[in-house]
Nanobody, 124 residues
Framework: QVQLVESGGGSVQAGGSLRLSCVASGFTYCIDGMSWYRQAPGKEREFVSRIDRDGSERHADFVKGRFAISQDNAKNTVYLQMNNLKPDDTAMYYC??????????????????WGPGTQVTVSS
């Protein structure tokens, strides 16, 4: 299986920055894409950004120009650089195995995984 652990969350004032990290372990060669999601209290979990192994990216409209996603394949780590944070960005942030290489026989029994999350709090 794959295990994911997020870090880098914290409390900042509006306009501040944070850099989240998600480290994957286990069958990491099976992961071809990773995503960040977030969930605010009382709201549904929502997509933030995704990066695939080939470097292609997708972003939610609300983060464009403020957040950047990147990866270090050698470290099995995905980052989310968040700038110009707003109080509405307050949420638990989760990473997720967005794309698994099921075409590889060694990956066919792998389940998509979520990390435990890291809390981001932005005060006005």
């Amino acid at each position: 299986q794959v295990q994911l652990v997020e870090s880098g969350g914290g409390s900042v004032q509006a306009g501040g920055s944070l850099r989240l990290s998600c480290v994957a372990s286990g069958f990491t060669y099976c992961i071809d894409g990773m995503s960040w999601y977030r969930q605010a209290p009382g709201k549904e979990r929502e997509f933030v950004s995704r990066i695939d192994r080939d470097g292609s990216e997708r972003h939610a409209d609300f983060v464009k120009g403020r957040f950047a996603i990147s990866q270090d394949n050698a470290k099995n780590t995905v980052y989310l650089q968040m700038n110009n944070l707003k109080p509405d960005d307050t949420a638990m942030y989760y990473c997720y195995t967005a794309r698994i290489r099921y075409s590889d026989s060694g990956c066919r029994n792998l389940a998509a995984r979520w990390g435990p999350g890291t809390q981001v709090t932005v005060s006005s």
